[in-house]
């Protein structure tokens, strides 16, 4: 088990349960990192001109490089019934797959529009996982209604979950989408423990995502992937609870937990990894300097606000005033929530007013936001960081602790540079 950790359960923190206005992105915003990964999937959302607006937006100069995503945009027609949409679906699937050889597997992705108007995009997607040999269609939905921000990753791998190839083999998978360069090193520490059937998901190409069944041990690599998680439980996998990978002391348990689960001692696991942490703590002293002793509030956006929280408080000297989740799920949380400091309001949900008010009134010396909410108080005087880098930049594992650090430094440093 891991150490200095209570067991779980124990945590019996109040948490502020708020409903009410939102600013958050809707889980479409997940196709931007998701296409970059599974690099021969395409993303066709079914939506309106508002789902491709936000896609073009989140996305920035990527539109300019083919990228793996489109919309297909349901027009007027489409909405009073007058086409038959799912024809016009095939035809539009048909004309990209011609065009575009390379792609191995599509995800029709749903969107408000589309719901509301209750096309089936789960029948489409059998009919044309038939029709279209060599490509595998799949769907989930992306929409606003149902998800937010970093749940469309957990709405795409739930999809691809139920149709992973089967297998008893004993094995450990890291499940989330993590950088190629994070991927690499956590094998290549594994490797030297002696542990070499490891398996990530989502796998780099389609035809490559890991078979999974009894003999399944996986880890959860982000603490928003409850609904993939279900459904590799659903198919015999079993959960491995460790804190999440952010920070030294997050990336050791993680991945002790996991060594752990396929029968390594302690003495090999330090051998393997005594060097890489070392050095993750060691780069962390620059950063540390600029960011110990100031207060931090996060607004609720990624779920990556509690482990977020703990390693800035823990490593880094932070002190947190409001740790704001959009979801706080408590199983996968289990770990991380005794180490959270005891003065930090836990906010789960929001109404964007209130919290706003809460934040004026604290004077925070940093704010963790969106970008909808960054100017407006960066005109109050309040410095703030995008959350949206925290999931587009590698973050995760030993050699990133640093940076995932001077993600939070670089703000005061700019803001120190501007007052010279
Ligand atoms: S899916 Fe819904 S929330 Fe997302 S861009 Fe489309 S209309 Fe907006």
Redesign the pocket.
């Known amino acids: 088990m891991l150490d200095h950790v209570p067991a779980s359960g124990c945590d019996t923190r109040p948490v502020l349960r708020e409903r009410g206005q939102r600013e958050v ?5 997940g196709i931007v990192w998701m296409h970059r990964k599974i690099q021969d999937a395409f993303f066709l ?1 079914v ?2 001109r ?2 491709a ?3 073009q937006s989140a996305a920035g100069v990527m539109i300019f490089a083919e990228p793996r995503f489109a919309t297909a945009i349901l027009d007027e027609r489409d909405l009073a019934g007058l086409a038959d949409a799912q024809e016009e679906l095939d035809r539009n699937v048909a004309r990209l797959l011609e065009r575009r050889p390379d792609i191995k597997l599509l995800f029709l992705v ?6 509301v108007i209750k096309l089936d995009l789960h029948r489409a997607a059998q009919r044309l996982d038939r029709r279209f040999n060599g490509v595998r269609v799949l769907n989930y939905s ?4 149902e998800t937010t921000f970093t749940q469309g990753e957990d709405a795409c791998l739930a999809a691809l979950v139920p149709e992973l190839p089967a297998t008893d083999a004993a094995q450990l998978v890291i499940v989330g989408a993590l950088a190629e360069v994070v991927e690499d090193q956590w094998r290549r520490l594994y490797a030297t423990m002696g542990i070499t059937n490891i398996a990530f998901l989502p796998a780099r190409r389609a035809g490559e995502m890991p078979a999974v069944g009894q003999g399944t041990r996986y880890l959860l690599a982000q603490p928003f992937l409850a609904e993939t998680a279900r459904l590799l439980d659903a198919r015999g996998a079993r959960h491995i609870p460790a804190l999440f990978p952010l920070g030294a002391e997050g990336t050791t348990a993680f991945l002790r937990a996991g060594a752990e689960a396929m029968g390594v001692g302690a003495g090999r696991f330090a051998e393997a990894t005594a060097a890489a942490e070392a050095r993750a703590r060691a780069a962390l002293e620059g950063p540390r300097a600029r960011l110990a002793g100031k207060r931090i509030f996060f607004f609720p956006d990624s779920q990556l606000e509690v482990p977020m929280a703990r390693f800035l408080t823990r490593e880094c000297g932070m002190e947190a005033v409001e740790i704001g989740t959009p979801y706080l799920h408590r199983a996968h949380l289990a770990a991380e929530m005794p180490l959270l400091p005891a003065a930090a309001t836990l906010s789960e949900g929001q109404d964007v007013e209130r919290q706003l008010d809460r934040c004026l009134a604290a004077r925070p010396d940093l704010v963790v936001c969106g970008l909808g909410l960054a100017n407006p108080l960066e005109a109050q005087g309040i410095t703030t960081k995008w959350s949206i880098e925290l999931v587009f930049t590698p973050v995760q594992g030993y050699d990133q602790a640093a940076d995932l650090a001077s993600l939070f430094a670089r703000p005061f440093a700019r803001r120190d540079m501007l007052r010279v």
């Open positions: 992105f809707c889980g479409l915003t959302v939506g309106s508002t789902c607006h936000l896609l749903g969107s408000c529009p589309s719901e992306g929409s606003g209604i």
